[in-house]
């Protein structure tokens, strides 16, 4: 062989090694290329299964939250509104043809069945008279989470930040038409707050605040009743309610009649509320400390009259003439060993 054929020889030799090489290490990266892409799209597959979920849960999130939005507006609308539901039922144009919401019957889980302050009244489901007067029990999500006492103003004045207080107001302004002197209006409303954020959420310490009177007697805990009988500052007198089973127009007859009978021993002219050195008005100790004694509380002779069985079982002294100023004479109730 020539040197010139040898040495093209070698030549084809060295580029058909190359080419191998070559052909080798094209086939290693379109192999790698081909891995890269089928795990690129493995990684794509599973994310698009992943966004998918969280879309998914993002809009049952979306959901729930629009819902939630929902039932807290129309809590607030219909506590901070409810003067034309109030109204209605004053005027005793309530329907029965619709089912209430089942008023709150809290039980906690800790609780033993000897656990005084757990023991919340027993109402009837469908009470449509107790929910037309005190809707604030139909929505016990909005109470939860408000102060445990109430601001004096909001109870005399309405409120544009504590719905129940302004619920409470609209009660007692619009059920009673008025008839309500401020102590009277602002020593019930008092009362019905402290009572209605323990029947909402009971506790021992919300339990403590209560006065013994507003505390719930064994019949109030063991038979169904309307929700309003409950705001009675008399044990006898709600048991009594009870006992009667009386239609809902003739509950709220009765029991409109006697709050506006109703007379808290405080002097004419001394104010309710005292400023505290930030400025914001509250009420004043002695005030509360006033209405907190049952004693204090009376009611006209005319109403112990005329409706006798509602003071059935209970005793009453007239009042001297100079403790009950106004137009009415009136007894006070005298406290039994069942109260």
């Not at 107790?130 to 909005?142: G, I, Y």
């Not at 209006?185 to 919300?206: C, D, F, H, M, N």
Request: charged share 20%; net charge negative.
């Amino acid at each position: 062989m020539t040197p010139t054929a040898a040495s093209l020889e070698k030549k084809r030799l060295r580029d058909r090694r190359a080419q191998h090489a070559a052909r080798a290490r094209r086939d290693t990266q379109l192999q790698a290329l081909q891995q890269r892409v089928e795990q690129g799209d493995k990684i794509q597959a599973q994310l698009e299964v992943e966004v998918q979920q969280l879309r998914t849960a993002l809009d049952t999130l979306r959901a729930e939250n629009l819902q939630l939005r929902r039932q807290h507006t129309a809590a607030i609308e219909l506590l901070s509104g409810s003067s034309e539901l109030i109204q209605e039922g004053a005027n005793g144009q309530i329907s029965h043809h619709h089912s209430s919401p089942s008023l709150p019957q809290k039980q906690l889980d800790d609780c033993s069945p000897s656990s005084t302050w757990s023991r919340v009244p027993q109402n009837f489901p469908e009470d449509s008279l107790s929910a037309s007067l005190m809707p604030w029990l139909l929505c016990p999500a909005v109470v939860t989470h408000l102060s445990d006492t109430p601001c004096g103003p909001d109870i005399l004045y309405g409120s544009h930040t504590n719905p129940l207080s302004n619920a409470i107001h609209i009660a007692f302004s619009c059920a009673l038409h008025g008839t309500l002197n401020d102590p009277e209006r602002l020593a019930l409303g008092y009362l019905t707050y402290i009572v209605s954020k323990w029947r909402v959420e009971p506790s021992q310490e919300r339990f403590d605040r209560l006065p013994e009177f507003m505390r719930s007697t064994q019949l109030q805990t063991s038979q169904p009743h309307q929700a309003i009988i409950d705001g009675c500052i008399w044990p006898r007198m709600r048991d009594n309610l009870i006992e009667q089973n009386l239609p809902d127009a003739q509950i709220h007859s009765k029991i409109g009649y006697m709050i506006s009978a109703m007379r808290l021993t405080w002097p004419k002219n001394m104010t309710l509320l005292r400023p505290r050195p930030d400025g914001e008005l509250c009420i004043r100790t002695d005030f509360i400390q006033t209405f907190m004694r049952l004693e204090n509380w009376s009611l006209t002779t005319e109403f112990v009259s005329e409706h006798s069985d509602m003071v059935s079982c209970m005793s009453w002294s007239p009042m001297p003439s100079q403790e009950s100023p106004d137009e009415h004479s009136r007894v006070r109730i005298v406290p039994t060993v069942h109260e």
